[in-house]
T-cell receptor, first 112, second 115 residues
Framework: GEDVEQSLFLSVREGDSSVINCTYTDSSSTYLYWYKQEPGAGLQLLTYIFSNMDMKQDQRLTVLLNKKDKHLSLRIADTQTGDSAIYFCAESLLYNFNKFYFGSGTKLNVKP | DGGITQSPKYLFRKEGQNVTLSCEQNLNHDAMYWYRQDPGQGLRLIYYSQIVNDFQKGDIAEGYSVSREKKESFPLTVTSAQKNPTAFYLC?????FGTGVNEQFFGPGTRLTVL
């Protein structure tokens, strides 16, 4: 099956930029997503990118997609303590629109 | 207020008992999903349903069962055959059919502990 990989932890200081990385193996992805999960809660969609794009910016968030290397990243500018959470990347595939593949999640810790 | 609800938030059961987790949505979504989350393992798909009266196994369906008799509801039963049922269970829904963005909306989760 499809494999989506993320590093487990990232620690940054408040005000710095955070970059969370994700790699995937199936090149037939249609959309790639970034979700945020706060402690004890469900996931919320932060942003997404269509697989034909290579960059998308949304306020403090920048998504970069390198389709050749199957690499997705999420950059959070001016990281705040409220950004501390687990971040998941996910993809949906062309041949099974309704089935998502999630990475293992990256726990972001923002130090004051 | 549209959304997706799960109940209860915390559930305790004795080993060997079946237990049913509730998931309801009023977003008029066709597709619904159940995921299991364990620490450091991300989300693993248990079952999903693309339309009423139809559902497919996900990656870890063994020991679980579902039904989809109504569009709004997708209950998950954790049976005694599930070897390690203690986990955080997340339900989600999405529009379903189409070729555009298929955002999944998540419920708040149910933490099941088997004693």
């Amino acid at each position: 099956g499809e494999d989506v990989e993320q590093s487990l932890f990232l620690s940054v200081r408040e005000g710095d930029s955070s970059v969370i990385n994700c790699t995937y193996t199936d090149s037939s992805s249609t959309y790639l997503y970034w979700y945020k999960q706060e402690p004890g809660a469900g996931l919320q969609l932060l942003t997404y990118i269509f697989s034909n794009m290579d960059m998308k910016q949304d306020q403090r968030l920048t998504v970069l997609l390198n389709k050749k290397d199957k690499h997705l990243s999420l950059r959070i500018a001016d990281t705040q303590t409220g950004d501390s959470a687990i971040y998941f990347c996910a993809e949906s595939l062309l041949y099974n629109f309704n089935k998502f593949y999630f990475g293992s999640g990256t726990k972001l810790n923002v130090k004051p | 207020d549209g959304g997706i609800t799960q109940s209860p938030k915390y559930l305790f059961r004795k080993e060997g008992q079946n237990v049913t987790l509730s998931c309801e949505q009023n977003l008029n979504h066709d597709a619904m999903y159940w995921y299991r989350q364990d620490p450091g393992q991300g989300l693993r798909l248990i079952y999903y349903s693309q339309i009423v009266n139809d559902f497919q196994k996900g990656d870890i369906a063994e020991g679980y069962s579902v039904s989809r008799e109504k569009k709004e509801s997708f209950p998950l039963t954790v049976t005694s055959a599930q070897k390690n049922p203690t986990a955080f269970y997340l339900c989600a829904s999405s529009i379903g059919f189409g070729t555009g963005v298929n955002e999944q909306f998540f419920g708040p989760g149910t933490r099941l502990t088997v004693l």
